[in-house]
């Protein structure tokens, strides 16, 4: 519910009195807005960067109230913290969907209510009702993934790919997006995608993924692709503690997504051969449509991030993703410095 800015209304009131350019009283009458946030969880480098982002930009000192809940990668909790924002009568409700169904009813409960809905990062496919979507084009990291690793693969001469996938959360848009990208080129190009399991976006289970998968592909793989740096560096700890080598200098090549500040760190030092970032840095934009809602006017549907893809050597400028010419960027201390 909008609440007034009380403190401004009394230094307006005592501005008109004893200034001489007194505050307007639109100025002095500005709303706080309550903004309910249901975020998955607090799986990785890239959630707690998202978070972050969004309570910068939707602090007191911004104007508005921001109603947190951490869903903890929980469905029935994410459904239960929206229909209490509802309860709350907040002015708009941001979801960032755990998984991309099942969203319809708990949807039309929030357009019945009157409460503008923003979707982030992940999308949601079986519902547009909501106001707008600001995130990552899933599908297009995973192809990028594929096409760098057929770029690098030809470079290097490597003829044979037989790769193990450490998914993430099942049934979320990013590992929808992500397995189909970067399968589409697997299968184009006959390389053999020896297994693929949930890994959960987190750094334990990826870890434990990566433990089964040596114990039981020792010796058969040369490329492992994590959905997220997390998996990337529990996949790394497994690998290392198996006597495997992984990375520029390993016998296998690794590949990760997100491209935080440490998975960059790792790309620098050649343990992560490259990374394809998705970007968390969301919460600007959706103020902006905030801000276009606030003045009546159309937000566009669908916003798309802007997105980065780094590598450890200097051996390949861009790849072509999508028939668009893409660069592929070396890593250095400079990049990491201003990442998320
Ligand atoms: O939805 C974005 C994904 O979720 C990021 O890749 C991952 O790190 C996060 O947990």
């Given at each position: 519910m909008k609440k007034k800015l009380a403190v401004l209304g009394i230094a307006a009131s005592m501005c008109v009195s004893m200034c001489a350019a007194p505050m307007s009283v639109q100025a002095a009458e500005d709303d706080v807005l309550t903004i309910g946030f249901a975020q998955v969880g607090h799986e990785s480098d890239w959630r707690t960067a998202s978070t972050k982002s969004c309570q910068d930009v939707f602090s007191a000192e911004n104007g508005y109230d921001l109603q947190f809940v951490d869903c903890d990668n929980d469905s029935a909790v994410q459904l239960e913290a929206v229909r209490g924002f509802i309860e709350q009568e907040v002015d708009y409700i941001i979801i960032d969907p755990i998984v991309s169904t099942g969203w319809d009813t708990v949807l039309t409960e929030c357009e019945d209510a009157g409460i503008p809905v923003i979707v982030i990062d992940r999308t949601i496919d079986d519902s547009d009702k909501y106001a707008a979507w600001v995130g990552s084009n899933f599908k297009t990291e995973g192809l990028a993934a594929g096409e760098w690793l057929?770029?690098?693969?030809?470079?290097?001469?490597?003829?044979?790919?037989?790769?193990?996938?450490?998914?993430?959360?099942?049934?979320?848009?990013?590992?929808?997006?992500?397995?189909?990208?970067?399968?589409?080129?697997?299968?184009?190009?006959?390389?053999?995608?020896?297994?693929?399991q949930d890994g959960n976006f987190d750094q334990a289970t990826g870890q434990e993924v990566m433990e089964s998968y040596c114990k039981s592909y020792e010796g058969k793989f040369n490329v492992v692709v994590c959905q997220n740096d997390n998996e990337a560096f529990g996949a790394m700890d497994a690998m290392t503690a198996a006597g495997v080598t992984y990375g520029v200098e390993g016998d296998v090549i690794l590949v990760s997504f997100d491209a935080c500040t440490a998975g960059l760190e790792y790309v620098k030092s050649g343990d992560i051969n490259a990374d394809f970032e998705c970007n968390p840095l969301a919460a600007p934009f959706v103020e902006e449509v905030i801000k276009q809602l606030e003045a009546g006017e159309t937000p566009e549907k669908e916003v798309y991030m802007e997105e980065h893809w780094y590598v450890n050597e200097d051996i390949l400028s861009e790849i072509t993703v999508d028939g668009v010419a893409q660069p592929l960027t070396v890593v250095t201390d400079e990049i990491i410095e201003a990442q998320y």
């Open positions: 057929k770029a690098y693969a030809a470079e290097k001469g490597i003829e044979e790919i037989n790769a193990l996938v450490i998914e993430g959360t099942n049934g979320s848009s990013a590992q929808i997006g992500r397995t189909e990208g970067f399968k589409e080129i697997a299968d184009a190009e006959g390389w053999t995608i020896l297994d693929s």
